[in-house]
């Protein structure tokens, strides 16, 4: 294995699981094109059923790339989400190490 | 390059997803119908009333589009890009109105008739004109494509204005016939979409706010 094949390899353990996972990938693409959002606001965007979305929400607060506020409006809970700032360079870092996988992957089948 | 197209693509997508509702073409149709409708009677000015449609958009985006929906708070870019629209509009209706009034105090005093069919004409023209730049720049700032079509509709009203003139009909009423074509198409398509809207997305009655 030459030391140009290590580094291509090196750069796809650098993926981050959490956000690679395809639900998971839709809700990070979603909120970072916006700066906040209701639960509901996703659920038709992300395509993905009540329970999903919450439990995929769940682990990306637990992992500290979204945050959850909760506010009441008169007796209905309501729920915002943004991403956090390591949320927001988490999901840019991710994109671009995509992005030079694709190309370097494209360039060797060339 | 691409990857920044696609994240575009997908605001994009959002942000029309709260206009891809219909409203927009019944507020804006329900304008121009009630303009036309006003028009054909004898209290002209009673036009001025017809953006009081605005009451029903204000309302109807409330308890139709809101609980489907949800809410969201757009990127930064687009937040500036909403400022300018309002800005945008505020001023373009600023000048529209004003337009009318210069019309409507020319036709009331005492200049000559055959100077008054002319400011007629004028002022007609001119509302065919603002009411095409007006879905114009609703489509621009929207991202809606389909009130370019509107737009053009009225043009083609506007072209076959032309042809009912040759067969003696006011060039007034013609106008005011166009507007009301216009706006009952505008009216019909916004239900189409509307329809389509509320299938795709269904009210969802409670349950939904089940994080944490």
Redesign the interface.
């Given at each position: 294995m030459s030391l140009d094949e290590r580094d291509n390899l090196q750069h796809i353990s650098e993926i981050d699981k959490l956000i690679h996972e395809p639900s998971r990938l839709a809700i990070m693409?979603?909120l970072?094109?916006?700066?906040?959002?209701?639960?509901?606001?996703?659920?038709?965007?992300t395509g993905l059923t009540?329970?999903n979305l919450?439990r995929h929400?769940?682990k990306l607060?637990k992992a500290g790339y979204v945050k959850?506020e909760?506010e009441f409006v008169g007796k209905?809970?309501?729920?915002?989400?943004q991403l956090t700032k390591e949320g927001r360079a988490v999901f840019k870092n991710y994109?671009e190490n995509m992005?030079q996988i694709i190309d370097e992957l494209s360039s060797n089948k060339s | 390059m691409t990857q920044e197209m696609n994240l575009k693509e997908l605001e994009r997508k959002a942000w029309t997803s709260y206009f891809d509702d219909g409203l927009l073409d019944i507020t804006i149709g329900l304008f121009i119908l009630a303009f036309g409708i006003g028009m054909t009677t004898r209290y002209t000015y009673l036009t001025a009333l017809a953006w009081m449609v605005v009451f029903f958009f204000a309302a109807a985006k409330k308890s139709i589009t809101l609980p489907r929906v949800g809410l969201v708070k757009f990127s930064p870019e687009r937040e500036e890009r909403i400022r300018n629209e309002r800005t945008f509009f505020v001023v373009f209706f600023t000048i529209t109105a004003f337009v009318g009034l210069g019309f409507f105090i020319a036709l009331s005093t005492g200049i000559p008739r055959s100077l008054k069919t002319i400011v007629g004409g004028l002022a007609l023209v001119a509302y065919e004109l603002i009411f095409v730049i007006g879905l114009c720049c609703v489509a621009y700032w929207k991202q809606i494509r389909r009130f370019y079509v509107y737009g053009a509709l009225i043009l083609v009203a506007a072209l076959a204005g032309l042809f009912l003139n040759v067969f003696g009909l006011h060039q007034f009423f013609v106008t005011a016939y166009q507007f009301i074509t216009t706006g009952t198409v505008m009216i019909l398509g916004g239900l189409v979409v509307l329809a389509r809207f509320l299938k795709r997305y269904p009210k969802r009655e409670g349950g939904v706010d089940v994080v944490g």
């Amino acid at each position: 294995m030459s030391l140009d094949e290590r580094d291509n390899l090196q750069h796809i353990s650098e993926i981050d699981k959490l956000i690679h996972e395809p639900s998971r990938l839709a809700i990070m693409a979603q909120l970072y094109i916006i700066q906040s959002a209701d639960f509901l606001f996703l659920l038709p965007q992300t395509g993905l059923t009540t329970g999903n979305l919450s439990r995929h929400i769940i682990k990306l607060e637990k992992a500290g790339y979204v945050k959850v506020e909760k506010e009441f409006v008169g007796k209905k809970p309501h729920t915002i989400l943004q991403l956090t700032k390591e949320g927001r360079a988490v999901f840019k870092n991710y994109i671009e190490n995509m992005k030079q996988i694709i190309d370097e992957l494209s360039s060797n089948k060339s | 390059m691409t990857q920044e197209m696609n994240l575009k693509e997908l605001e994009r997508k959002a942000w029309t997803s709260y206009f891809d509702d219909g409203l927009l073409d019944i507020t804006i149709g329900l304008f121009i119908l009630a303009f036309g409708i006003g028009m054909t009677t004898r209290y002209t000015y009673l036009t001025a009333l017809a953006w009081m449609v605005v009451f029903f958009f204000a309302a109807a985006k409330k308890s139709i589009t809101l609980p489907r929906v949800g809410l969201v708070k757009f990127s930064p870019e687009r937040e500036e890009r909403i400022r300018n629209e309002r800005t945008f509009f505020v001023v373009f209706f600023t000048i529209t109105a004003f337009v009318g009034l210069g019309f409507f105090i020319a036709l009331s005093t005492g200049i000559p008739r055959s100077l008054k069919t002319i400011v007629g004409g004028l002022a007609l023209v001119a509302y065919e004109l603002i009411f095409v730049i007006g879905l114009c720049c609703v489509a621009y700032w929207k991202q809606i494509r389909r009130f370019y079509v509107y737009g053009a509709l009225i043009l083609v009203a506007a072209l076959a204005g032309l042809f009912l003139n040759v067969f003696g009909l006011h060039q007034f009423f013609v106008t005011a016939y166009q507007f009301i074509t216009t706006g009952t198409v505008m009216i019909l398509g916004g239900l189409v979409v509307l329809a389509r809207f509320l299938k795709r997305y269904p009210k969802r009655e409670g349950g939904v706010d089940v994080v944490g």
